[in-house]
């Protein structure tokens, strides 16, 4: 079974960023996409980026473009999400996917076979 852990949620005040981090032991790591969700409450999973298994090609929702950067690091097995110019909507629980089917992310929650137990962002005004 493979399990990711994510890291690096907090408290900050609008305009401030934060760095998520996502970890795996999972052997085949290097193959996976690789994507990250958040879900605020009362409201679905939505999709924030991905990144194709070499980290060539990434996808972001146009809600964080500009503003967040999602990264891979194949030999150490960690995904990353650095977030920059944070807004009070962008408050949520952040969670880290892994597709072990294609090389490039989907989109959608049902896309992805992995999931991490999830990390608290809060972005205060």
């Known amino acids: 079974q493979v399990q990711l852990v994510e890291s690096g949620g907090g408290l900050v005040q609008a305009g401030g960023s934060l760095r998520l981090s996502c970890a795996t032991s999972?052997?085949?790591?290097?193959?996976?996409?690789m994507g990250w969700f958040r879900q605020a409450p009362g409201k679905q999973r939505e999709f924030v980026a991905g990144?194709?298994?070499?980290?060539?090609?990434?996808y972001y929702a146009d809600s964080v473009q500009g503003r967040f950067t999602i990264s891979r690091q194949n030999a150490e097995k960690m995904v990353y999400l650095e977030m920059h110019s944070l807004k009070p909507e962008d408050t949520a629980v952040y969670y880290c996917?892994?597709?072990?089917?294609?090389?490039?992310?989907?989109?959608?929650?049902?896309?992805?076979?992995?999931w991490g137990q999830g990390t608290q962002v809060s972005v205060s005004s």
């Open positions: 996917a892994a597709d072990q089917s294609r090389g490039v992310p989907g989109q959608e929650p049902y896309e992805y076979d992995y």
């Open positions: 999972a052997p085949s790591f290097s193959s996976y996409a």
């Open positions: 990144i194709s298994w070499s980290g060539g090609w990434t």
